[in-house]
């Protein structure tokens, strides 16, 4: 009991004197060469494989590493190598296996085959999935329960050992695209490209149901279309010419993965303990992942197999004067820890980062205005409490659209009636995005000019990239044409006023979005106010995501919210939003939409097969002309992503469709260090005055009690 | 006294069942084994037949709760009511929908999380509360009686959330004290547990206070309490020795029964404060339409509240030696 009585009394006076402070890490990371960040929610695939989102390429991508990559700081984005020797280029062949010359018509093109050349020596990261005895026999490959006693993570195994990365890893991994099991996103896309790869599918769903097997050695079932040619060399046949397709081999679902990892990682005992590909990835990159609790920490480690890579030596414009290039040249990665710590909610997220816990910070709405001010001509700058702590805001155009659609199906907003046609301008031109911006979104946007964002090739800055049927360039800005306009349009369409003329029925329009929850009360009403510039009434139709599919999915609705985010940076990933055959009702696809115009669909099919260059330009110049002047969508916004960076962490550029930037990144912990000291000094006077409060409380009650057992006494005598 | 707990078992039951059936009806009113298909599937380049294949290696390709293609019992053993509610009877929880994560290992590393925040919220809440309360009742009717109620009641109508802001904003930010948020393994977990501790016990002081305040308010005009007076015993002596041990049965109603309840974590504070507990755990699984995982929780849930409603049924036998299970 005393023993218990003097840790108590020991753990107070450490409280109270000191050995408590609010750095939420251990004191032995102090000082160190570890970037610090955050993960807000919660991390569910890190397989190659399966994983798609943003938060897990964070990750991902920096232990994998596909045969490409996005050169760091290059716009508009260019592919470089990573794992391959050289960006593959594509030969072309007919019907009969004759090579064909590059301009070769496309319709003459049977298939592309893309012969890739991987780089020699390159070695994956410790694992013990790799680890071998004296007579060269997997050690962990055939684990009992009573061998695991003690391993519940990954790091627990005893042995490790790597081997060279060899190009049938690469043709294990687009099996797995195939793998029944793993579901990957993005088979569906691929088996239209690669071929054999449905019948791979096919192949194995039937193995998979007959054997109903642990693990399904891909080795075993051969692809048609993916073939080693030697242990550096592999070649990918797709089907017709598809140009985009090297945008695919940059992304993790084309990184190697080695067949004992799996063959490792599908022994029940190991899965029990969540020990799975999906948590433990296995890569030659410049990280490894060495703790996943996907509950509170993620840690990435420099990987000491890492084969090395140098930072850029050349960069965009303007990259230089803002100290980009210091590092031309020097071996990467510059950090040799990271450590990603669960945050959900942003108050505490948010503190961390000002008490310099944190290297950066996204700005969410609820600080917002702490953080930046938006100054008289629009743009966003820090507050002096951010200068003066040395923040900088660096802020990137998403390579997104978020839109209203019309959908052209639909008998009143849609189809090719002149009529219909009108009323869509005049609604464009009365939804005032550029306020909608500034009310829901803090500014963090830029109206959208047409289809195609910031870095994209056909993007279109200035007056040249005005959407005249909806802006007029007045003293050399974009200015939306004035409600008179609109109405002037929408009498002109037949409904003068709001009212149907023929009817004289006022025109009700329908508008299905997401949502619905008392937060996004205001936003519906700002929707009804902007139609109500018009007399158009507007009934808001909010349903749950699900429900919203379905819709899209039949045609239901009339007009709608909706986003795309690219896959990869090329005008072809944007426009296909509008071509007819990806109409969504007919045919499934993500044309919402289902805008259906020949003449622009032509343009389309001659447009995406094209490399960038005078060309392509001008066609999607007239593809991007036919969608403003028709207006199936209501241009919505592309958003901007702010993000806060403490002046201790270097050479971060933001790369929207590479997340891999961890290894360009540089950190002067020196300085960090300093930072903590100055802007944690604790203010300790209220809590003086507290104590005083409960000294001044305890003391009068035990007079109190004093005075009341002097009565007793008195009365009991 | 064993016939009664085994009795009591047995109808633990169909109250199990009951809530399986009404958590199972509720989360597929909602959401539908296409939609969850579709969720966790996300958004792109997904085929008709991924969604078949994520509902068949589910489990999901089942109908609910009637299976027309059979005739013979496997009409109910063959559809996905049944097949995952069994499993949860031998606590098999299986793996979560969206990763695939074995949830019995999930809970087992989430569970001490959650102890290491319930357990001394839980206990230090209750000294204090009935310290405070023990204190009220001992200066009845004086100024500073009245004061503290006021207080009470202030402290019972401010929203647990307004604590955990004030609770940062104080300790963490301002007094430098404790981390604002997180969490770490082993013994370095007390300096990320001292914050929620404290805001979790300030937040239930006013309404625990007041709660035990009552309690002892009624025993204090019993006979045995004037006895003792009259026997001279010393007020605080008469309160902490007579009066508490007499008003431990409505003390155990409310007690006993939360204790199993604590393993299952505390919603609001471990998502506010990173714990990885099973509050936030269970919140997640909410949050990204995790039937599996929401269906172990509940289940799990009501198994402990059912060993609740049973310990505390013993406990008044332990308090009273008048009281009698049969």
Known sequence: MRSITKTVFLIILAFFTGACDNNPYTASLSGKNILFSAFSTRIKYLDPARAYSSSE???????????????????????????ATEVPKPQYFDANGNVLPENAPVKTIDHTVYEISIQRGIKYQPHPGFARDAQGRFIYHNLSESALSNIHELSDFEKTGTRELVANDFVYQIKRLAHPRINSPIYGLMSEYIVGLWELNERLQ????????????????????????????????????????????????????????????????????????????????????????????????RNKNFHGELYPLEGAAGDKELGLLRDAGKPLPFIDTAIYTLEKETIPYWNKFLQGYFDAATISSDNFDQAVTISADSNAILTDEMREKGIRLITSVRPTNFYFGFNMQDTVVGGTAESARLLRQAISIAMDIEEFISIFHNGRGIPAQGPLPQGIFGHKEGEKGVNPYIYDWVNGQAKRKPIAIARSLLAEAGYPNGRNEKSGKPLVLYLDVRGGGPDDKSMFDWYRKQLAKLDIQLIVRATDYNRFREKMQMGNAQIFWWGWHADYPDPENFLFLFYGPNGKVKYGGENAANYQNDKFDALFEQMKNMDNGEARLKIIDKMVEIVRYNAPWLWGFHPLEFSMHHDWEHNVKPHPMENSSLKYWRIDHEKRENYREKYNKPVLWPLGL????????????????RQREYRRQAVNN | MFNYILRRLAYALPILLGVNFITFALFFMVITPDDMARLHLGDKHITQEQTKQWKHERGYDRPLFINSAHQDIEVIKDTIFYQKSVRLFFLDFGTSDADRRDINYDISQRVWPSIAIAVPTFVVGLLVNITMAMLLVFFRGTQLDTMAVVMTVILMSISSLFYIIAGQFLMSKLWHLTPISGYELGFDAWRFLILPVVIGVISGMGAGTRWYRSIFFEEINRDYVRTARAKGVPELKVLFRHVLRNAMVPILTGVVVVIPALFMGSLIMETFFAIPGLGSYTIEAIQSYDFAIVRSMVFLGSVLYIIGLVLTDISYTWVDPRVRLS
């Open chain 1, 57 to 83: 390429y964070r990750f991902i991508r920096q232990i994998y590493e596909p045969p490409l990559q996005y050169h760091y700081l290059k716009r508009p984005y260019t592919l470089i190598p990573l794992s």
């Open chain 1, 206 to 301: 039937q193995v998979d149901k007959e054997q109903k097997l642990d693990y399904i050695d891909l080795d075993n079932y051969p692809l048609e279309g993916v073939e080693v040619v030697d242990d550096y060399t592999y070649r990918i046949r797709i089907t017709g010419k598809y140009p985009q397709f090297l945008y695919w081999l940059a992304m993790p679902f084309f990184a190697p993965v080695p067949p004992e990892a799996e063959r490792f990682y599908s022994q029940k005992v190991l899965i029990k303990r969540n020990i799975t590909i999906n948590g433990y990835p296995v890569g030659t990159g410049p990280y490894m992942l060495t703790v996943n609790n996907p509950n509170y920490r993620i840690v990435l480690e």
């Open chain 1, 690 to 705: 507290m104590l005083a409060l409960v000294v001044i409380i305890t003391v009068l009650a035990v007079r109190l009690y």
